[in-house]
């Protein structure tokens, strides 16, 4: 097996209501890529959210109660707890510049994936501007692979994907947000390993772990290189979601 990994070049600072399959498309034709069954671009999340718009100004936001007693205890900006709070289902944990959330969406994790990094609009270089995630990742993923799948004849996937901690481990790490055509989970309870031995637990998260391999190619700061095409998945693609990632709150040890 050989799994190829290819960032895209030529894509612009993304703005709101830019057509992000057209772009991704010309981006795929600069990389002299053509695209084929199987292929998957994984996707950053960041851009998807600005073409959708989920830019916000700090400055508009108004915060209650709860986010002024949440910031004495973090040392954030109340503005910014606010909105971490109207993006998330409840709180998890709290402590000195960390408050870590159990997003809208299911997953645990800080600040509500809500970042400041590489969010600047040229529209308004003066106003603090933060990044929410997509309101539905699998629904943007499902939209550009519909797209991209029509104008290329192909069958492809299409990941979103974001940094997160972990429970057990210091360093963020590259996980999957959203994804259409491609697997989440592969359960490989029931299969034989080298000796005969049959698996009894084994379901990997392969979504994560080219969400992991996409972002280590992607770079967290000034690389400029959003999304990565994907050759050499070692499975049939499939429809996924984003909830078949997710632990249910009753099985997290964690919590």
């Not at 360093?171 to 309870?189: K, N, Q, W």
Request: glycine share 10%; charged share 25%.
């Amino acid at each position: 097996m050989s799994l190829v990994l290819t960032p895209l070049p030529a894509i612009p600072i993304i703005q709101k209501g830019d057509d992000l399959a057209e772009i991704l498309e010309v981006a795929i034709s600069a990389a002299g890529i053509t695209l084929e069954d199987g292929d998957i671009l994984a996707i950053a999340q960041k851009i998807v959210s600005k073409a959708e718009g989920r830019q916000v100004r700090l400055r508009d936001i108004v915060p209650g109660p709860r986010a002024h007693e949440l910031a004495r205890q973090t040392q954030k900006d109340a503005r910014l707890i606010e909105l971490i709070l109207s993006e998330s289902q409840r709180v998890v944990r709290v402590g000195p510049g960390t408050i870590i959330v159990q997003h809208r969406l299911g997953f645990v994790c800080a600040n509500a994936g809500i970042d400041h990094s590489n969010v600047m609009e040229r529209s308004a270089p003066e106003a603090e501007m933060v990044l929410l995630l997509p309101e539905d990742p699998d629904r943007s993923a499902d939209r550009l692979r519909l797209r991209l799948c029509a104008r290329s004849g192909r069958t492809i996937g299409i990941m979103i994907i974001d940094s997160h901690g972990r429970a057990w481990r210091l360093g963020t790490v590259g996980v999957c947000i959203g994804l259409s055509g491609v697997p989440a989970l592969i359960d490989e309870r029931g299969w034989k390993d080298l000796f005969g031995y049959t698996l009894r637990s084994t379901v990997v998260g392969v979504a994560d772990e080219l969400a992991a391999a996409a972002s280590l190619v992607m770079g967290q700061a000034a690389e400029g290189t959003p999304a990565i095409h994907i050759k050499g998945f070692p499975y049939p693609l499939r429809d996924g979601r984003l909830q078949d990632l997710i632990r249910p709150r009753e099985e997290d040890l964690f919590q």
